[in-house]
């Protein structure tokens, strides 16, 4: 028997604080918060976000930390793979919301909920995401969209706020910030267009570095140890302190456009100094140490797989065969890559590695060959070219 139970995906946000004041207040359901904090809260945030959802009257309120289970779980793909959306977007969102989806549906089966809840709208991605998440892990448990089913507008969700003695701070409700360890996304009126760019206020993190600064990120394997000459115990530690050291410089801000699961484009601004900065240092050091063919089939994998997370299917289990493959790519992926932080944007100086191919010991491009000699070549590129060479012969009339 259904019971009156309800999970909601609780950010503290305008949405999640509309589903929870609806559904406690109007609906008069048991109403269970959970915040899942995938690297975009401190405690005080956290204490915050506690307090607010309270005072509105949720039955209980919990936060749990899956960011290290983000990484082992998902991230680390991303990096192996390279995965830009549209050679742009690292993700940032799309990637968080399986684990945050799956840490609520490991919730309701805990306290044994009939009902689960978000607050995605009708017109994103999101919405998909959750439900897939949902429809996979709980059976038979009702998914609740307040914000979708009863086409809310931002503006009209703050009204009904207020008629419930509920104030909100208009301002900082223009525009909608999700911020985790793989990148802040901000969207707002200027997204929803196609001609106006974010302005500077809108911006998260504000510019305070004008000057260079030059760094150096090791990798072991493909993960990401060091940063300049500081070592850590788990690559989310090093994620955080190169997020630390290069948002400053404005680093990785971009407005994404794409095309959305349900089929309509879609426009969202991001900054995301450190997964932008690590995936071009991680590809850098791949393209000297990885052969020409290893390149290529990852290309392919990882951008199907980057597609394929991205449009809420994480539980596939192709993708658990996509990720062992993109693993056994990393055996060699090891080295240090020089970078220089530039207000804006960040250049990729070169690499260090013991596993570099591009090696003077056996020639150097353009200049000299010491593998092959002269007739050896011409051989080669009589037998290399010889079907073209048929093809045209056969067909020169």
Avoid at 115 to 124: E, F, I, K, L, N
Avoid at 273 to 300: F, G, M, N, R, S
Avoid at 340 to 346: A, C, G, K, S, V
Wanted: aromatic content about 10%.
């Amino acid at each position: 028997m259904k019971n009156n139970k309800v999970v909601l995906a609780y950010s503290g946000g305008l949405d999640t604080t509309f589903c929870a004041v609806h559904m406690g207040k109007v609906k008069g359901m048991e109403v269970h918060a959970l915040t899942v904090n995938t690297g975009g809260f401190n405690e005080k945030e956290i204490d915050d976000i506690r307090q607010r959802a309270l005072h509105f009257g949720v039955a209980s309120y919990k936060c749990v930390d899956v960011t290290k289970k983000f990484y082992d779980e998902c991230i680390r793909f991303l990096i192996y793979g390279n995965v830009l959306k549209n050679a742009t977007y690292p993700l940032s969102v799309s990637a968080e919301r399986m684990v945050q989806a799956i840490a609520v549906a490991e919730y309701a089966k805990e306290i044994n909920a009939s009902y689960v809840a978000h607050g995605s709208t009708g017109a994103g991605n999101d919405q998909v995401r959750f439900d897939m998440v949902f429809q996979n892990m709980l059976p038979g448990v009702e998914i609740i969209t307040p914000i979708r089913d009863m086409k809310l507008s931002r503006e009209e969700e703050i009204e009904t706020l207020k008629n419930h003695g509920v104030n909100i701070n208009t301002e900082k409700a223009k525009y909608s910030i999700n911020k985790g360890i793989w990148g802040t996304s901000v969207g707002g009126k200027e997204t929803l267009t196609s001609d106006l760019s974010l302005p500077e206020e809108a911006w998260p993190t504000q510019v305070t570095e004008h000057g260079e600064k030059k760094i150096a990120l090791t990798f072991k394997k493909g993960e990401l140890v060091s940063v300049d000459d500081k070592s850590f115990s788990h690559p989310v530690e090093a994620i955080q302190y190169l997020q630390y050291i290069a948002q400053p410089f404005g680093i990785g801000r971009d407005i994404h456009v794409g095309d959305t699961i349900i089929g309509i484009k879609g426009r969202v601004g991001f900054e995301a100094a450190a997964p932008l900065i690590i995936i071009k240092a991680h590809h850098l050091l791949e393209k000297h140490v990885l052969t020409k063919w290893q390149l290529y089939w990852k290309d392919q994998l990882a951008a199907w797989y980057g597609n394929w997370l991205h449009e809420g299917q994480f539980l596939d289990p192709v993708m658990r065969n996509i990720e062992q493959f993109l693993s056994s790519t990393q055996q060699y992926v090891s080295g240090k890559v020089s970078i220089t932080l530039i207000p804006y944007r960040f250049l990729l100086n070169g690499i260090e590695s013991k596993h570099d191919l591009m090696s003077s010991k056996f020639g150097s491009y353009g200049e000299m060959n010491k593998s092959w000699t002269g007739e050896d070549v011409k051989g080669f590129t009589k037998i290399f070219g010889n079907q073209t060479s048929i093809f045209h012969q056969v067909n020169e009339s």
